[in-house]
């Protein structure tokens, strides 16, 4: 019988992890930097060509201007 291997999906994972521009290898988060109210600044790097990119992120995403559309008249169907 042949052996089941799990398989780690990264869009899974918490922390969703950006690809590099540059060789589109996963980034690893480096650091959470306090940013604007209600935002976090994070810091990902490449280890394969250290590239380096910060971006911004909102702590709570039911906060976040996308989600606007909750106190909307869109209700779910019935």
Known sequence: M???KARFDPTLT????????KCQNRM???RIMNGPPGYDLRRF???K??????KMICKD??????????NSDLN???
Not at 14 to 21: A, L, M, W
Not at 49 to 54: G, I, K, N
């Open 45 to 47: 790097e490449c280890a």
């Open 28 to 30: 690893m988060l480096a």
């Open 61 to 70: 995403p039911m906060k976040a201007g996308s989600a606007g559309w909750i």
């Open 14 to 21: 918490p922390i969703e992890r950006p690809r590099c521009p």
């Open 2 to 4: 042949p052996e089941t």
């Open 76 to 78: 779910p169907a019935s």
């Open 49 to 54: 060509c250290t590239y380096v990119e910060t």
